[in-house]
């Protein structure tokens, strides 16, 4: 990673078929990580919302250890594991090595037991469930942006990611900074909110290439413990 890059993300968007919510908070989230890596310096984030929780065992977790009953999921059905299909709408602009970093941290998800989902990329985007766009830079402080829609059950039913290949002031990013954004946006895609531990990859400012223990049990915690009959569904 380069000395100037910081790790900054924007909460992931809730978009229902009756209109567009936000799902974590409105407002962008921000935090800015200003020293070399692997250090990182005091920074401040402008966001105080009920999805970023104290440290634990699990950030997920509500009252009674149960999982926060608002969390996005998806319909696992009765299968051991759901294939969430992938679909790169374009190359990135003038990166095309970046779609590697991204197949990268579809891996490391990929790679976590007790979790019922699984990244497969596919060509076909008519039957994509999460879709990876790419912009040259955002226009605020941020690398990637998730965005989600739900059924009308309430379960995701879609997911858009929106990755940056340059940074705000338009200098490229390195292969390294791209995984991790790609590895923090993915969490959300699987419907994981911030942690605010920065050794969670779920951290708004992530500078971890491995999952924390938390973001592990976060995981495994938002599928397991729904009920069995929402679990398979009808």
């Known amino acids: 990673m380069k ?5 900054i993300l ?3 968007n809730h978009r ?3 209109g567009w919510r936000r799902a974590i908070a409105a407002g962008a989230i921000a935090w800015l990580a200003v020293c070399a890596f692997p250090a990182v310096a005091g920074a401040q984030a402008d966001y105080t919302g009920p999805a970023v929780v104290p440290p634990a065992e699990a950030y997920v977790g509500g009252l009674e ?5 608002a969390l996005p999921r998806w319909r696992i059905g009765t299968e051991a594991q759901r294939t969430l299909w992938v679909h790169f709408v374009s190359p990135p602009p003038e990166r095309p090595d970046f779609w590697d970093e991204t197949v990268r941290a579809m891996e490391a998800w990929n790679a976590i037991g007790g979790v019922p989902i699984a990244f497969q990329r596919t060509l076909y985007g008519q039957s994509a469930d999460v879709e990876f766009r790419w912009i040259r830079r955002f226009d605020a402080h941020q690398a990637g942006t998730t965005d989600w829609e739900t059924d009308g059950e309430g379960w995701l039913s879609s997911a858009v990611v ?3 290949t340059q940074h705000e002031g338009g200098t490229p990013m390195s292969d390294e900074f791209l995984l991790l954004v790609a590895l923090h946006e993915l969490g959300h895609v699987i419907g994981l909110p911030h942690s605010d531990d920065p050794s969670d990859v ?3 400012g992530n500078r971890n290439m491995a999952f924390s223990d938390r973001d592990i049990r ?12 929402k679990v398979s569904g009808p």
């Open 3 to 7: 000395p100037e890059e910081a790790v």
């Open 10 to 12: 924007a909460p992931a």
């Open 16 to 18: 229902e078929r009756k």
């Open 65 to 69: 250890d149960e999982p926060e009953a």
């Open 162 to 164: 929106t990755l940056a």
């Open 202 to 204: 779920m951290h708004p």
């Open 218 to 229: 976060s995981a495994r915690q938002m599928y397991e413990r729904l009920q069995p009959e």
